[in-house]
């Protein structure tokens, strides 16, 4: 897969990269371009998905974009680290199973950081779980599109986020758990840097099987520069 890495470039608005996003999503469908990953570093933004409750929004005039991808509201902001992969999946197609290539790929880089993770049934997401000091806590929120045979939207993983505006929130719409960070779990510095790569890697790996070129090489992946990011 290509990857357009908008990272070196700091916080990025939320909608500019969305327009990035649709575009290089029409040119995937049409065949005209190699399935991509986009990867970004968002300002603070609120966005919901399309089952997002009234109750799940800020109460304090916070501004909140509507996006048209499957969940509920969440945050992005800096510290985290979103992937939008954008790939033609292999009919028949079957959304629950890339889902869950997205949480193996990230399971997998934090079982390489030493930190267990797991998923819980019935919510999407990947999370650290419940001890009896605290509750299941979402370290990784997934929210995917397909339209037109061809993915849309994709991975949030808190590293070092400053988790304080998920205050202002219910969070993917849970109430009985909470958010987390890499950095808080594994009680050392995690930053998108150190996880960028091996990520990337991952969902080449766990998400190639499903894309209808197949996978691709993990030598095959290359960063390109999109014109008029």
Same mark, same amino acid.
């Given at each position: 897969?290509?990857?357009?890495s908008?990272l070196?470039?700091?916080?990025?608005?939320y909608?500019?990269?969305w327009?990035?996003?649709?575009?290089?999503?029409?040119?995937?469908a049409?065949?005209? *371009?190699?399935?991509?990953? /986009?990867? !970004?570093?968002h300002?603070?933004?609120? %966005?919901?998905?399309k089952r997002?409750? @009234?109750? $799940?929004?800020?109460?304090d005039?916070?501004?909140?974009?509507?996006?048209?991808?499957?969940?509920?509201?969440?945050?992005?902001?800096?510290?985290?680290l979103?992937?939008?992969?954008i790939?033609?999946?292999?009919?028949?197609?079957?959304?629950?199973?890339y889902?869950?290539?997205?949480?193996?790929?990230?399971?997998?880089v934090?079982?390489?950081?030493?930190a267990?993770?797991?998923?819980?049934?019935?919510?999407?997401?990947?999370?650290?779980?419940a001890?009896?000091f605290m509750?299941? *806590?979402?370290?990784c929120? /997934?929210? !995917?599109?397909?339209?037109?045979?061809t %993915?849309?939207?994709?991975?949030?993983? @808190?590293? $070092?986020a400053?988790?304080a505006?998920?205050?202002?929130?219910v969070?993917?719409?849970?109430?009985?758990?909470?958010?987390t960070?890499?950095?808080?779990?594994?009680r050392?510095p995690?930053?998108?840097?150190?996880?960028?790569?091996?990520?990337?890697?991952?969902?080449?790996?766990?998400?190639g099987?499903?894309a209808?070129g197949?996978?691709?090489?993990?030598?095959d992946?290359a960063?390109?520069?999109?014109s008029?990011?």
């Amino acid at each position: 897969m290509d990857v357009v890495s908008l990272l070196p470039d700091g916080p990025r608005d939320y909608e500019e990269v969305w327009d990035l996003q649709r575009q290089i999503h029409a040119e995937v469908a049409d065949g005209k *371009r190699a399935d991509t990953i /986009i990867a !970004v570093e968002h300002e603070a933004v609120f %966005t919901a998905g399309k089952r997002t409750n @009234n109750s $799940d929004r800020p109460t304090d005039g916070s501004r909140v974009i509507d996006v048209d991808r499957g969940g509920r509201i969440t945050w992005h902001g800096p510290g985290q680290l979103v992937l939008y992969p954008i790939v033609r999946l292999a009919a028949p197609i079957d959304v629950v199973a890339y889902v869950r290539a997205l949480e193996q790929a990230v399971m997998d880089v934090c079982s390489q950081l030493g930190a267990a993770t797991v998923r819980v049934e019935g919510r999407s997401g990947v999370w650290f779980p419940a001890n009896q000091f605290m509750r299941d *806590r979402k370290v990784c929120a /997934i929210g !995917v599109r397909v339209a037109r045979g061809t %993915t849309m939207h994709g991975i949030a993983l @808190n590293c $070092d986020a400053n988790l304080a505006d998920y205050g202002r929130i219910v969070p993917c719409g849970i109430t009985d758990a909470g958010v987390t960070t890499l950095t808080r779990e594994l009680r050392r510095p995690v930053s998108i840097a150190d996880v960028t790569e091996p990520l990337l890697a991952a969902v080449n790996r766990t998400v190639g099987p499903l894309a209808k070129g197949g996978a691709t090489a993990p030598a095959d992946v290359a960063h390109v520069t999109p014109s008029g990011a």
